[in-house]
């Protein structure tokens, strides 16, 4: 029997989204104010859900503290008020969008857990706005 275990978490962050192979014109008909060249920030809320079998010897599917731990260290400690496209190196390369963003946390967080579990990654940008990956 698989069961699903969530957590919840935020870190607040800036960023611009845009491509450094565009001119400005370009880059603000696409993404208009996110394009704003002095950043902008959101208060991010992320899911973390882990898809596994109920351990018998402990009737957990993962113990929630290690999955506390890993996403403080992988994506709290990594991203928290830090400007996405200059301090964090995954998007030294890539438009730090919501989805690309919750690919990155996904990569990261999978990396250190069990293979034996499914992840899947919901990241809030806005109250209406977010996104889901599991790897796929």
Avoid: Q
């Amino acid at each position: 029997m698989k069961v699903t275990v969530h957590r919840k978490a935020h870190f607040n962050a800036a960023h611009r989204l845009y491509r450094k192979d565009w001119d400005f014109e370009k880059n603000d008909e696409i993404f208009g104010k996110c394009n704003n060249p002095n950043f902008h920030g959101h208060n991010y809320e992320l899911i973390a859900s882990v898809t596994g079998e109920i351990d018998p010897e402990t009737g957990y599917v993962i113990d929630v503290k290690i999955l506390k731990d890993i996403i403080k260290s992988e994506v709290e400690d990594a991203f928290d008020h830090k400007n996405l496209n200059i301090e964090v190196p995954e998007f030294e390369n890539l438009n730090p969008t919501a989805e690309n963003i919750a690919v990155v946390i996904y990569n990261k967080v999978k990396a250190k857990l069990d293979p034996k579990f499914d992840l899947e990654i919901t990241l809030y940008e806005t109250p209406r706005n977010f996104v889901t990956y599991s790897g796929s």
